[in-house]
Each structure stands twice: as C-alpha cells, then as structure tokens.
C-alpha cells in the first residue's frame, strides 16, 4: 500500500554503518530524516550523503537525526564513506542502511514486491525509485515524503526548510506561504478566529478575507 503523509512510519530492523537498528527505537522521541539511494559509489549520491554530512549539525539542532539507506551491503557503504569524505570534504558520521534483501525499500513502497530479495546484480537503474526522502515526527508518523528523479541531487536546505515550517506548524496555528524562511511572515489558519487572533497576533494584516499573515511567533 501506498504511503501517505501522516501515515505511521512503518517500523523495521536493519543493519547499518553503526550496528543492528530497530526504526521506531532509533528515532525515540525527536525527528528523523531517512535519505535513500539506489546503490553505493553513484555519482550523485556521492555528493549528496556528503552534503547531508555538512548539515547534520543542523538537523541536530532541530532534534532531527539522519539516517541514509542504499541497496548495498554495509561494507560497500564504508567503502564509499571514504570517496564521500575525498570527494566533498564532510564525513559521514550519521548511520547507512544496508537494505540489502531490499526489505526497507519495498516496506516503503520504494521497490515493487516483486522486486527480488537480493541486491546482487541490480544496477542503479534497476533502483531508480529508491531516491526518496521521508521526514517523520517525534509521533513516528510521516510528516513530508518527496521522489527524486536519479539525475537531480537533492536540495538538503530546503528539507532543513521544510523541517523548520513543520515544527513551527506544529506547534501554532499557523502555516507557511511559499518559498517561507525562518523568520519571515506567517500566514494565520482557519483554526484562528479574528477575535483571537487579535488576541495572539495584535499586529496580523487581512489581506483577504481567507489570507491573514502575521510576524512568525516565536
């Protein structure tokens, strides 16, 4: 079955660069990032695990962890680690997934079921579907899944973006207009009366009657 924003994160164990996981344990209480690829020494992810690498600092700050998977066996991904920290000068501190029976990628609905069961002799194209990003609340729900096409790195401040407005939504009833920054202007949703808003937002503009913005709150 497809997975849906707001979906339970379905839960799993696996082995990783840092030793055997189980998902729902490993996130504990904060946020998690999981960042997939296709197979290991792959040109674009090279330098996509190492950009995560740069910003996990970042994401920690957010009470988020990062966690990669790529259909290879944990070995390969240590291998690899090394090329990442050659190639972009950030090492890969965070935990690697070896899926390699392609268990965690079919689990969510990256690989058809009929996929096999084995990463041997699978080529990247074979996994092209495998380039996706799930951020998943403190609650193990699914809060932002996007698919990435194989010859397009991903953008990791603008998931650091979207982490900042998810957060920020979560805890007020607001949300955020496009291309929204930390800092700037919110917009006020349904959920906010305009007597209360006078009350929580003094200042908040009605720019029409369905679109209030007000200074993000802090």
Aim: aromatic content about 8%; hydrophobic content about 40%.
């Amino acid at each position: 079955m497809a997975l849906r924003i707001n979906d339970i994160a379905p839960d799993f164990t696996a082995e990783t660069t840092h030793g055997p996981i189980s998902f729902h344990e490993w996130i504990g209480d904060g946020w998690a990032v999981l960042f997939s690829h296709p197979k290991d020494f792959t040109p674009v992810c090279t330098t996509e695990l190492g950009a995560v690498g740069a910003l996990e600092s970042q994401f920690a700050a957010r009470g988020a962890k990062v966690i990669g998977l790529s259909v290879d066996p944990v070995d390969n991904h240590h291998k690899w680690a090394e090329d990442i920290k050659e190639v972009t000068g950030s090492a890969v501190n965070y935990p690697v997934i070896g899926d390699t029976e392609l268990k965690v990628a079919k689990l969510y609905d990256m690989l058809p079921g009929e996929a096999g069961d084995s990463c041997e002799g699978r080529t990247p194209a074979d996994n092209a579907t495998v380039r996706m990003v799930f951020v998943i609340g403190p609650d193990k729900r699914i809060k932002l899944l996007l698919a990435y096409p194989m010859t397009t790195g991903r953008n990791f401040d603008e998931i650091i973006r979207v982490l900042d407005s998810i957060q920020l939504t979560s805890k007020h009833k607001v949300a955020t207009p496009a291309n929204w920054k930390q800092g700037e202007d919110v917009i006020l949703t349904g959920a906010i009366s305009n007597e209360e808003a006078a009350k929580l937002f003094p200042d908040f503009k009605t720019v029409k009657p369905y679109l209030r913005t007000a200074a993000q709150p802090r």
